[in-house]
């Protein structure tokens, strides 16, 4: 599964951006999918996560409320639509597919298979 993903650049704090993240193959139906994101000297962390047929969803404390993850199967994409940016969310923006076998995606990297090539979020402060 190749993962693409597009969206993202600079925001002003409390703007929004949208990031997608793109799949050819049509087993992404199939795949659950995580949003991470990297700041610089952090490690990765997960901050959403959807199954597989968008029945469930799970947020990090520091995006609930604000960050929407969404899939298409249909369109084969998955969103992340990030509103009321703040500074702290300037990170490198990953989207992940899993297949976990319970079916209930969690926010440990290494549970996922495939990535994406990951895209700048930057919001001045």
């Known amino acids: 599964l190749k993962l693409v993903q597009s969206g993202g650049g600079l925001a002003r704090p409390g703007g929004s951006l949208r990031l997608s993240c793109s799949a050819s193959?049509?087993?992404?139906?199939?795949?659950?999918i995580g949003w991470f994101r990297q700041a610089p000297g952090m490690d990765r962390e997960g901050i959403a996560t959807?199954?597989?047929?968008?029945?469930?969803?799970t947020y990090a404390p520091s995006v609930k409320g604000r960050f929407t993850i969404s899939k298409d199967n249909g369109k084969k994409t998955a969103y992340l639509q990030m509103k009321s940016l703040k500074p702290e969310d300037t990170a490198v923006y990953y989207c992940a597919a899993d297949m976990p076998p319970t079916g209930w995606p969690g926010f440990e990297k290494a549970d996922y298979d495939y990535w994406g090539q990951g895209t700048q979020v930057t919001v001045p402060s």
């Open positions: 193959e049509s087993v992404f139906e199939y795949y659950a």
């Open positions: 959807i199954t597989s047929n968008a029945g469930f969803i």
